[in-house]
């Protein structure tokens, strides 16, 4: 039997900007924010193992590189999987994801509408950082994005 929470609104939330823009630190800031103050578990994907000792101990670092990830549908595939695993898992941030993996709009609105399919099936919440800016983003989906800027 699967164990579901209550539900609630989910979100896949695109984090935007140029290289140097603070991508990361946000992406890090917030899932050590969830960490403390959620019940559930959470999940950050990076593609590398540098942040090890930025995040919360707490917080399930994973790094891509290692899966070789290349293409959307391997990535929604890994997601899915890790989902699959956990069903306490309430967030899950994916930092650099576009290093490894090739996107464009059409590729990036179909594994949008496939991450937002399991976000409400399983109450998890998506937090992606991208080196785009908002009006690069496919239909609607700026709406939910925040945009960061170079200092």
């Known amino acids: 039997m699967i164990k579901r929470r209550k539900v609630v609104i989910n979100m896949i939330k695109y984090i935007l900007g140029p290289s140097g ?13 969830d ?31 290692n899966f070789h990830i290349k ?11 890790i989902i699959s695993r956990d069903y306490d898992i309430e967030k899950i941030y994916v930092d ?26 399983y109450n998890v919440d998506f937090f992606i950082g991208m080196n785009v800016e908002k009006d690069e983003l496919p239909g609607n989906y700026n709406e939910s994005a925040v945009e960061l800027h170079l200092e």
Do not use: C
Not at 45 to 61: E, K, M, P, W
Not at 96 to 121: F, P, Q, R, W
């Open 71 to 81: 293409t959307t549908e391997r990535l929604f595939g890994f997601l899915s999987g």
């Open 35 to 65: 960490k403390r103050e959620g019940t559930g578990n959470i999940v950050f994907i990076d593609t590398d193992d540098s942040h090890i000792f930025s995040l919360d101990y707490a917080v399930r670092l994973i790094n891509a590189s």
């Open 96 to 121: 650099g994801i576009y290093e490894i993996v090739e996107l464009d709009a059409k590729l990036l609105e179909d594994l949008t509408k496939n991450l937002e399919e399991i976000s409400e099936a």
């Open 21 to 33: 823009s603070g991508k990361t630190k946000w992406l890090i800031d917030e899932a050590n924010k």
